[in-house]
């Protein structure tokens, strides 16, 4: 079964600091990756995606993640943060294009970033 | 505004009571997708479906019941209810039968509080 980790739980950063959010996936196959942002009170919105080729990918909203096969790894980054990017991230894996299986998404348990002035 | 409307957004009740939380996709999405947040649990997937077929199931409680209609709005019914069960219920939606595209669009949630 596929699974996802995200070991943070709660990140704190200064305004214009760089960020890293960590993911790390288990899946039988290469898999789909996605990272969502949920601000508060809203529903979650889809910052990037990876599914194939370049393993760094480009978001919105000037995030970046870059895909690690050998770490099993899908960590997000933005080089520097701002007041509004203080949310909750989820980063989520899905079955790779070979599974024919009916799987929804799976959902890491979150990290909460506070942005510090 | 991710175009998914769920209602109500906030709804308050006593344990051993049934409750129903609606879902319209946005125009043109044919998937609907019903997840449970909670703080214990993160975000759980509970059903989907797809153009009024069940589609995919996951950690669904059988006191729990979903459907999706002909006009592909879609209903989460809730009975005998627990404690345990509160927590913010999310619908999404998407264009194809299958979530792996990524392409979800997650309404606001419906925050349910048993008491």
Redesign the interface.
Known sequence: AQSVTQPDIHITVSEGASLELRCNYSYGATP?L?W?VQSP??????LL?YFSGDTLVQGIKGFEAEFKRSQSSFNLRKPSVHWSDAAEY?C?V???VW?TG?????????TRLQVQP | D?G?TQTPKHLITATGQRVTLRCSPRSGDLSV?W?QQSLDQ??Q?LI?YYNGEE??K?NILERFSAQQFPDLHSELNLSSLELGDSALY?C?SSVGP????????????SRLTVL
Do not use: I, W
Request: glycine residues 22%; hydrophobic residues 40%.
């Open positions: 789909y996605f969502y009170g809203q529903g979650l919105q889809l995606k989820f989520a899905g079955a790779g599974d009916r799987r929804a998404l799976t959902f890491g348990s979150g | 991710s998914v997708y997840y993160g975000l997937f989907q589609r995919a996951g999310f999404a299958t979530a792996n595209t990524g392409e979800l669009f997650f309404g606001e949630g």
